[in-house]
């Protein structure tokens, strides 16, 4: 898998909730803080982003919001208008958000304000398993609509939309599939424009660098092979040297102690996932006893991961 692929599979939990909102003015409705990651599509009208921290910001038809650590946030159609909490449906993950239609269409009076319609929705992901690509985003990712740009993400948008505004067969299997799309897509559209804006430095370079790409490539398709930094060097076309001081400048950790960190966040899952014996589940890491692996597991995690494996199946 390549790196981004690789983040998203190890860290999603359960399935992503969404929801078709329509708004008549005046409105605000607040979000809480939750697990995982929430983004907001605006498909009509104009409304506003009220941070908890910072300075309102207008949004216009086709913005996409992501907020990458779900912080406390509101929408509303003006910045002056009072919140509310909003009406609100569970979701699988406990996650909550607004109903599709929280007025009547019938309540809207003559000549009063178009509504605002959004796609509101969330990602659980796993904490204990983040990625510092992820973690690199800024808290709030604002990706204006712009004539021409990032026309994957645009349609998968109206796909969405399309699947939630009328429910049709499938639709259970097609909105989780497509939320899937979406999420890949934003962040696609938010690493690409890094580059074009000046970034030296942390992940957004890390994946517009050649050499380090087909490094992180390597490491991500076949983490159980013993790689050395000569050879992981050898795939960019660089020295030993010139490779571990670019990788660590990058990526934030030395190219072995990153492979050695993933290897541990695979065998997390596994173990949390899979019913594989420990012995199995070294193998698919890269280590060739059960007790080296466990040996590396308990460095990592400071727990031994058949104890890790029976405290997390009593806790969930």
């Known amino acids: 898998m390549d790196v981004l692929s690789d983040v998203l599979a190890v860290m999603h939990v359960g399935r992503p909730v969404s929801a078709r909102v329509r708004r008549h003015a005046p409105w605000g409705r607040s979000y809480p803080p939750s697990p995982g990651a929430a983004f907001h599509v605006v498909l009509q009208g104009t409304c506003w982003l009220l941070p908890s921290n910072g300075a309102p910001i207008a949004l216009s038809p086709g913005d996409v919001v992501f907020l990458p650590r779900a912080i406390d946030h509101a929408l ?12 609100c449906f569970p979701g699988e993950n ?11 269409s019938g309540r809207a009076e003559q000549g009063s304000r178009p509504p605002s319609v959004t796609l509101c929705g969330a990602y659980r992901f796993d904490a204990a398993l983040a990625h510092p690509l992820l973690n690199d985003l800024p808290e709030i990712v604002h990706l204006p609509a712009r004539l021409g740009r990032h026309p994957e993400l645009r349609a998968a948008v109206d796909l969405l939309g399309a699947e ?3 429910s049709r067969i499938g639709a259970d299997a097609a909105v989780p599939a497509l939320l899937d799309v979406l999420l890949l897509y934003i962040l696609r559209a938010w690493f690409s424009g890094r580059p074009e804006q000046g970034t030296t430095t942390g992940w957004a370079a890390a994946l517009s660098d050649p050499a380090i790409t087909a490094a992180l490539s390597g490491i991500h398709r076949d983490p159980s092979r013993p790689w050395t930094v000569e050879e992981l060097g050898r795939r960019g076309g660089l020295s030993r040297t010139a490779f571990a001081r670019r990788f660590t400048a990058l990526v934030g950790r030395p190219p072995l102690t990153y492979l050695t960190w993933w290897r541990m966040i695979i065998a997390r899952r596994l173990l949390r996932d899979s019913e594989a014996p420990l012995s199995m589940v070294a193998r698919q890491v890269g280590y060739a006893s059960e007790f080296a692996f466990a040996n590396a597991f308990k460095r990592q995690y400071g727990i031994a991961p058949g104890k890790y494996r029976r405290q997390d199946r009593t806790t969930t």
């Open 76 to 87: 509303a159609d003006s910045p002056s208008s009072p919140l509310t909490e909003p009406f």
């Open 164 to 166: 939630l505004e009328n």
């Open 94 to 104: 406990g996650l909550y958000f607004g109903q599709r239609e929280e007025f009547p």
